[in-house]
């Protein structure tokens, strides 16, 4: 049994499930449809860093509903179970990703499956299930003797113990906060990750305080997540995020009860239809109405728990409003923020702290009107039997009006009274878009995929679902509030107006799908199969599923089916049926030994349904190894004998009142087709000593009817060496030393591994229990070693490798006649074996011109090897350097065969830096290339001379081919361009302003501030132009508007001084295409190493149009001058040789 953590109960703590159990979550999202501030992402980023969620896939579909194969393979990973069983379930096959999963949660006594003999692997998992199969996958400690705190949880039924028991484990809470449970709700993938987390890590629940969470103190604070200032937002717009506000709980755990958000500013309080408020994708409240008179919008009862120590971030989101026909009536144009003005702005549990008033940025109503849609009922009534599955229940249509395209992304529809619906998906003509989210009566569908609909246009939407209930239940679907449908429109990019619809609540429609349930005392309904092939010599086949539901408790004395044979081709008779049975809920309830002449088999076996409940049934039969044919099984509703379990009375209403024919199922033989895959290439070339070389790949084809078992396969290697129109006529026994085999979906692992050739050249391979599922296809690849000796002639030889032999079983182990062997015996695929591979030194990737400065490191040289035939290995390499001297070492930088990086330094020797014996060595891939980077140290200043140019060059290199062995060695020369060496240089980037939007009429305005970094081991000195030190950077002012122009530009150090000014061309004003020098006016000393900001100053007087903008930028194509501490005369950089690190242009500066 797990070892329990223990909450001890008092004034403030509580265990907050959102985010007690998962405190160290991953701080960055690890799947786009995980927000970090959604309530489940702890639990899910917490799966993830165990491993039990992988991280490959960029979605995790939190609202999609778990199925009982995923649900299987979460807990058996979570909860680390060993050990497996033989497994039975007649829908999980062998080859099945999920068998061995399945076969260890039995073993472990998980999971039992079903009475009918199946485990159902695709079926939803409601949450009363998959709480069971968590409590007894991670032990968990039983609590289930504590009260029940749960009313849709009754003590008789069989989940009782397990909901209790994981209650009181912290492992779940009610939905939403309330005292339901909700068992029957299909749990989705965010509350799975949730329940797994939490019994991984089991706290016991303290009894008291069993209310709310008192005494935490929360701190409030505008959060730096939220939208920041949004401008202009659309009338009629929705779902627009406009403030975010930050609550911190303190050292014990907190509860925000009640919140009043004030609204401040010039703007109307009109413009606003409804207000909300998230936590994630998730609404802690239905839309509230902003007090016009008050400008104050209460949310109570909110109930939001923070773990102590943690931050929740709460959204307010709006509806603005949409009066009058394209909005005319909103008032629009107007400027708003929401303030929580004081600490009793926030009701909490305890002490409420924080910068009061706390403010959101402001953001804007604009003039014009957002798109709009209307949602109309488009099906609206429905007769449907209790216990049908994935029948339509419901639809509606999606109008767009003429203002702009939208996104159709998510709606949620309301039931409105009996609770007969499950299960619900969305689909749009025979694609389903969405699976439903439910809670309680609400049904909501995320889109997979959001559906574009162009303005003029609609689309319409059938819902389906599971019906249950009682004879007259009635489900009512439609939309109850606008909020409850997301569409994106794509001109403004917010969710647009839901303007009316009769199938929308708020906006006056009274439209409903009203699905009104049929029931009688005896209700019938046929669930399948579809027609399909059945194998002979199969166990178990099931040729009806159907659905009983009983009004009241009965028993089933006799019940009666017609097996319907016909023969086609070989002998099936009714003979060749046996072991006939009904199986209910999984367990066989009637079952008789043989099929009598005609068909008809009365099951008199005496068997009880609970009133009100549908059991899932289903007829099996077994059938024979001969012959062939066609089964129909049909329930004879005269011949079913049922009574009341308290009355005795038998049963005489039977919905339908006819019989119920099953579909037609064709009795085939199971078949296996063999034929060459394109998987591997037909002609690839390799060299003698490979090892693992692909040869060719087959596909095996299993029928639809049954599974396939392959036991043995025989090969056989043939070689021709002649180089046009080969003839395979000899063993390739000489050329190829082993086979391997492999399935296509895992090429690291084989099969079998390395059994050579007969001297006929043939191999076998028996006993492999390969096992491809019915429906399903198989890649089998053939990889083999090949000789170092290779080739045998002169000419590369061309070996193909041929399946001459497939011996394969179905059902119970009759023989299987395999088509399509022999197959490449004629060398279709073939492959080639020649002596060796190549290597050359490809043309190189030198950097441009570049300067260093004394002791830094920087590359000087790119070079690149290529490789065809097989992969090689560099072991030696010699760089050549130029002004040598200038250096102290050379540094190569590649990968190895594994992948990772690897460094090497070396220095000079005279004028070669020598690499010998490199381990490990450079890694060429076969018909690929290797990039080595080469990089310099810099001498240091006192064996530098100032404006050396520097290369280095390879000159030379030895190889040995990884598969072959052999040795090439090369001399090539590939020059590298010249780095300029240097003791100090300048580089120079535009750093942030500190003012963030343009203020015409100043006449000392901040434009931009300016870096420049002393690079190397000396001071850069830049000082008035009469010394003859200087820098000379060009500066171009993009400016518009009429009459815009800068005047009076000048540069300033940190003091405010100015230390340059600019020079012009023509005007002494820069505006678009204007051109000025900055020249220094006084002496300025870098440190080496360090940043000097400077900032640029100008006249903005002449800016006074709306659209006036103004971006300055430095031009490199000039010449620097400046001095480097110490030494004379001044450096120069020649023409386009200037350093810029960083943006070249400084940010635009609008009004």
């Keep these: 049994m797990q070892k329990l953590r223990k909450v001890f109960a008092s004034a403030g ?17 690890t799947f786009n449809d995980v927000p970090s501030n959604s309530w489940f992402a702890p639990y899910v980023e917490e799966l993830v860093s165990l491993g039990v969620v992988s991280a490959e896939n960029n979605s995790y579909r939190p609202g999609d509903s778990l199925n009982r194969a995923e649900a299987t393979k979460l807990l058996v990973e979570a909860c680390d179970l060993s050990g497996t069983t033989s497994i039975s379930f007649s829908d999980v096959s062998s080859g099945a990703w999920f068998h061995s999963y399945v076969s260890t949660a039995a073993a472990n006594m998980v999971v039992e499956g079903y009475s009918d003999g199946t485990f159902r692997p695709s079926a939803a998992i409601n949450r009363a299930e998959f709480v069971k199969m968590a409590n007894v996958a991670c032990d968990l400690p039983d609590m289930s003797s504590m009260d029940n705190p749960f009313t849709d949880v009754a003590s008789g039924v069989w989940y009782r113990d397990h909901v209790v028991t994981s209650y009181w484990n912290s492992v779940i809470d009610g939905v939403n906060g309330s005292d339901k449970f909700a ?8 509350e799975a990750a949730k329940v797994i987390a939490n019994t991984m890590d089991p706290v016991e629940r303290p009894e008291e305080p069993t209310g709310p969470v008192q005494g935490g103190s929360v701190s409030v604070s505008k959060s730096t997540s939220g939208p920041g200032s949004v401008v202009g937002i659309p009338k009629g717009a929705t779902g627009v995020h406009v403030a975010s506000f930050d609550f911190k709980a303190g050292t014990q755990d907190a509860t925000v009860q009640a919140l009043t958000l004030k609204r401040r500013d010039t703007g109307d309080p009109a413009d606003f239809s409804r207000i909300y408020l998230y936590v994630g994708d998730n609404s ?18 909110l109930g939001l728990q923070v773990a102590a120590g943690k931050t929740v971030t709460v959204d307010v989101v709006v509806d603005i409003a949409c009066v009058g026909l394209d909005c005319v009536d909103t008032p629009g144009s107007g400027i708003h923020r929401f303030v929580l003005e004081a600490a009793t702005s926030v009701e909490a549990g305890g002490s409420v702290t924080g910068s009061f008033p706390v403010s959101s940025d402001q953001f804007s109503t604009g003039s014009v009107a957002a798109g709009a849609l209307t949602v109309d009922v488009n099906g609206t009534t429905y007769t449907r039997t209790t216990g049908e599955v994935d029948v339509e229940v419901g639809g509606f249509r999606v109008d767009v009006t003429n203002k702009e395209d939208v996104h159709f992304e998510k709606i949620t529809l309301y039931n409105d009274d009996d609770d007969v619906l499950s299960n619900l998906t969305l689909w749009r003509g025979s694609e389903k878009v969405a699976t439903a989210m439910q809670d309680g009566r609400r049904f909501t569908f995320v889109l997979d995929e959001p559906i574009a609909i162009q303005k003029g246009n609609a689309v319409a939407f059938k819902v389906r679902g599971d019906v249950s209930g009682r004879d007259g ?21 917010y969710g647009v107006n839901v303007s009316g619809g009769n199938y929308v609540d708020e906006t006056g429609g009274v439209s409903r799908s009203t699905t009104t349930v049929q029931a009688g005392q005896f209700t019938i309904v046929f669930n399948g199969p579809t027609s399909s092939d059945v194998s002979n010599d199969m166990n178990d086949v099931v040729l009806m599923n159907f659905n009983l539901t009983p009004d009241s408790t009965v028993n089933v004395e006799r019940a009666r089916v017609l097996f319907d044979v016909t023969e086609v081709g070989a002998a099936l008779t009714d003979a060749s049926l046996s072991n006939p049975e009904i199986v209910c809920n999984g367990s066989v309830v009637a079952q008789e030994n043989t099929v009598p002449a005609g068909g008809v088999v009365d099951f008199n076996d005496d068997w009880t349904l609970t009133g009100g409940e549908t059991a899932n049934c289903q007829v099996r039969v077994d059938i024979e190894a001969t012959g062939t044919g066609t089964i129909q099984a049909t329930l004879v509703n005269a011949g079913w004998t049922i009574r009341d379990n308290d009355s005795n009375d038998q049963i005489s209403e039977i919905i339908p009142s006819g019989d119920i024919q099953g579909n037609e199922m064709e009795v085939v033989e199971a078949s296996l087709d063999v034929a060459i895959s394109s998987l591997v290439p037909s002609s690839q070339s390799y060299v003698k000593g490979t090892m693992g070389a692909d040869a060719v790949a087959f596909t095996f084809d299993a029928g639809e009817s049954d599974d396939v078992t392959v036991n043995a396969l025989e090969f056989t290697g ?3 060496d002649e180089a046009v129109g080969p003839t395979y006529d000899e063993t390739a026994r000489d050329i190829i030393v082993k086979v391997s085999l492999y399935e296509s979906t895992d090429l690291t692992t084989p099969i079998v591994a390395g059994k050579s050739l007969s001297t006929n050249g043939t191999v076998q391979f028996n006993s492999l229990n390969w096992q491809i599922a019915a429906g399903q296809t198989a890649t089998l690849v053939v990889k083999v070693d090949l000789a170092t000796s290779a080739p045998l002639s002169a000419n590369a030889d061309r070996f193909a490798v041929s399946l001459t032999s497939v011996d394969a079983e179905y059902g119970n182990g009759s023989s299987l006649t395999v088509n399509g062997t022999p197959t490449n015996a004629a ?29 830094e490191t920087t590359t000087a040289h790119v070079i690149r090897f290529r490789a065809d035939d097989e992969a090689f290995e560099v072991q030696d390499l010699t760089i050549e350097g130029t002004n040598e001297d200038q250096l102290t070492s050379v540094t190569l930088a590649y990968k190895n065969a594994e992948g990772a990086d690897v460094t090497v330094t070396r220095g000079f020797t005279g004028a070669n830096a020598s690499f010998t014996s490199l381990s490990p060595a450079i890694y060429v891939p076969k018909d690929g290339t290797a990039t080595v980077t080469v990089r310099v140290t810099v001498a240091g200043k006192n064996s530098l001379t100032n404006g050396t140019d520097v290369t280095v060059n390879p000159i030379s290199y030895k190889a040995v081919g990884v598969d072959s062995q052999q040795t090439v060695t090369n001399a090539q020369n590939f020059q590298s361009n010249a780095l300029t060496v240097y003791k100090a240089y300048p580089t120079f980037a535009f750093a942030a302003s500190s003012e963030t939007k343009l203020i015409p009429g100043s006449a000392d305005f901040e434009l931009a501030k300016l870096s420049i970094t002393a690079k190397g081991s000396e001071a850069v000195v830049f000082s008035e132009a009469a010394t003859a030190n200087e820098i000379e950077l060009v500066v171009s002012g993009q400016c518009t508007g009429a009459g815009a122009a800068l005047a009076d530009v000048t540069l300033r150090d940190s003091d405010n001084n100015v230390v340059a000014e600019f020079t012009y061309a023509g005007v002494e004003t820069l505006c678009a295409g204007d051109t000025a020098t900055l020249v220094f006016t006084d002496t300025v000393n870098i440190a080496p190493g360090t940043t000097e900001t400077f900032t640029i100053h100008g006249d903005t007087t002449g800016f006074t149009g709306d659209s006036d903008s103004v971006q300055l930028r430095l031009l490199s194509a000039s010449a620097t001058d400046f001095a480097i501490d110490g030494e004379t005369p001044k450096v120069n950089y020649t023409e386009s040789a200037i350093l810029f690190r960083g943006n070249l242009s400084s940010p635009v500066l609008s009004k």
């Design 13 to 29: 703590i509580v265990a907050v499930l959102s985010t007690l159990f998962v405190a160290q979550a991953a701080t960055a999202a």
């Design 183 to 190: 068992p029957g709700n299909s749990i989705n993938r965010a």
């Design 284 to 301: 802690l409240t239905n839309g509230k109405s902003l007090n016009s008179s008050s400008n104050e919008v209460i949310f109570s009862n």
């Design 473 to 493: 239940d009635t489900a009512e679907l439609y939309v109850r509030y606008r909020a409850d449908v997301t569409a994106v429109g794509q001109t403004f990019g």
């Design 718 to 720: 043939l070689v021709s």
């Design 827 to 855: 060398g279709t695929v073939s492959q080639v074996v020649d002596g060796t591979g190549t290597i050359a030194l490809d043309a190189p990737n030198a950097p441009a011109a570049a300067l260093a400065a004394a002791d």
